[in-house]
């Protein structure tokens, strides 16, 4: 069964420093999503991308954050200044949304874990 | 705001008992679905629930959708060792299909 890649499985980073976390969504897959978790606490949304375009983001995305799809497959989520607070599990998602899988829930890569030190 | 909410937050159950796990939601979503979450691992789609009435069989885990009662349920019976894991509900929020997630639900099932 196809599956949504997440590549490192860890990243430790000094504050401040720039982060990228990338994604391999499933091929045929329309939608792509960021999502993070702090320890012990409940998925949060980040950002939803269609069409090459963030079509929506949470109060979270703030300027510090940025995503891409540099070319037909990768999926990136960039946080330019690192902090404290953003040490959490970072997962991509995504899902095809047409026809016959319109309601199929998002498909979730195992996750990178970010600590910033 | 769509808030989605969970209880309890933490289940410690014995093997061989049935016990419910709840969540309830705030507005109107035509979608839900239930994720498991093992420790340090992602998230595993178990059930999607379309409809009001719509019941769900997995194994030991029943799942059940109110849309009128904005309220979902997991009914496990006879728990086993294996279910142990943190079960999260969500609902679909906003034109972008984006996930906004319930507190979850620590279910520890002792031998």
């Known amino acids: 069964e196809p599956e949504v890649t997440q590549t490192p499985s860890h990243q430790v980073t000094q504050m401040g420093q720039e982060v990228i976390l990338r994604c391999v969504p499933i091929?045929?897959?329309?939608?792509f999503y960021w999502y993070r978790q702090i320890l012990g606490q409940k998925v949060e949304f980040l950002v939803s991308?269609?069409?090459?375009?963030?079509?929506?983001k949470s109060e979270i995305f703030d300027d510090q954050f940025s995503v891409e799809r540099p070319d037909g497959s990768n999926f990136t989520l960039k946080i330019r200044s690192t902090k404290l607070e953003d040490s959490a599990m970072y997962f991509c998602?995504?899902?095809?949304?047409?026809?016959?899988?319109?309601?199929?829930?998002?498909?979730f890569g195992d996750g990178t874990r970010l600590s910033i030190l | 705001e769509l808030k989605v909410e969970q209880n309890p937050l933490f289940l410690s159950m014995q093997e061989g008992k049935n016990y419910t796990i709840y969540c309830n939601y705030s507005?109107?979503?035509?979608?839900l679905y239930w994720y498991r979450q093992d420790p340090g691992k992602s998230l595993e789609s178990l059930f999607v629930?379309?409809?009001?009435?719509a019941v769900k069989q997995e194994g030991r885990l029943m799942a059940s959708l109110d849309t009128k009662a904005r309220l979902s349920t997991i009914h496990i019976t006879a728990a086993v060792h294996d279910l142990s894991a943190t079960y999260f509900c969500?609902?679909?929020?906003?034109?972008?299909?984006?996930?906004?997630f319930g507190t979850g639900t620590l279910l520890a099932v002792q031998p």
């Open positions: 998602a995504s899902v095809d949304p047409r026809g016959a899988y319109s309601n199929q829930p998002q498909h």
């Open positions: 091929s045929n897959h329309l939608y």
């Open positions: 991308f269609y069409n090459n375009e963030i079509s929506e």
């Open positions: 507005t109107t979503s035509d979608r």
């Open positions: 629930l379309l409809s009001n009435g």
């Open positions: 969500a609902v679909v929020g906003g034109a972008t299909n984006k996930l906004i």
